[in-house]
């Protein structure tokens, strides 16, 4: 039972290039979440699902687009890549939103050049 | 208001002292709340829940105003491996899927 798999662990973007973080969960979670944190803040929420086909816009959406066609996997794309999109990307998932604990995979450190 | 709102930090305490951290949320329909612990900015781990007035886990005491619209997290005994960052999170948006953190409060336990 591998949890919440996050992938690739560290990339470095150049400004303007496109790329996708990829998120799968093998719990049968329905929801899934993907966060970013900046140095010395908290973690916010860009994205989230409630089920396959289902994604809602969280905090800070822009730059960022998801799709969930699957229960399992929930990938983060990022299209043309800016300075500002240097951050380290959680992905979550939980059963439920609420009453539920949350999993979340290792991060991944992303650099924009 | 924004929608999750913890204490700035850091707080820096000596071995064995009690701590207590506030949490202010601004969605009243809000139903459960979680307390979140990260270490060295690795991913957060689930520290305690609180669905009603409050829960305890050993040194850990969570409580829940729901009437103030705020959530408290209190450390007894502080052990030098309670240095971390507690996040406070609150469930919102399309069927409680929407998880929000606060900016978390950094501790520091000193020997």
């Known amino acids: 039972n591998a949890g919440v798999t996050q992938t690739p662990k560290f990339r470095i973007l150049k400004i303007g290039q496109s790329m996708t973080l990829q998120c799968t969960q093998d719990?049968?979670?329905?929801?899934m979440y993907w966060y970013r944190q900046d140095p010395g803040m908290g973690l916010k929420l860009i994205y989230y699902?409630?089920?396959?086909?289902?994604?809602d816009k969280g905090e800070v959406p822009n730059g960022y687009n998801v799709s969930r066609s699957t229960t399992e996997d929930f990938p983060l794309r990022l299209e043309l890549a800016a300075p500002s999109q240097t951050s380290v990307y959680f992905c979550?998932?939980?059963?439920?939103?609420?009453?539920?604990?949350?999993?979340f995979g290792q991060g991944t450190r992303l650099t924009v050049v | 208001r924004k929608e999750v709102e913890q204490d700035p930090g850091p707080f820096n305490v000596p071995e064995g002292a009690t701590v207590a951290f506030n949490c202010t949320y601004s969605?009243?329909?809000?139903?459960?709340f979680f307390w979140y612990r990260q270490d060295c900015r690795k991913e957060p781990k689930l520290l305690m829940s609180?669905?009603?007035s409050g829960n305890e886990d050993g040194r850990f005491t969570a409580q829940l105003n729901r009437a103030s619209q705020y959530i408290s997290l209190l450390i007894r005994d502080s052990k030098l491996s309670d240095s971390a960052t507690y996040l406070c999170?609150?469930?919102?948006?399309?069927?409680?899927?929407?998880?929000?953190f606060g900016q978390g409060t950094e501790l520091s336990v000193k020997p």
């Open positions: 979550a998932s939980s059963w439920r939103g609420e009453n539920t604990e949350a999993f």
């Open positions: 719990m049968n979670h329905n929801y």
């Open positions: 699902s409630v089920g396959a086909g289902i994604t």
């Open positions: 969605n009243s329909a809000s139903q459960s």
């Open positions: 609180v669905y009603s």
């Open positions: 999170v609150v469930p919102s948006g399309n069927q409680g899927g929407k998880l929000i």
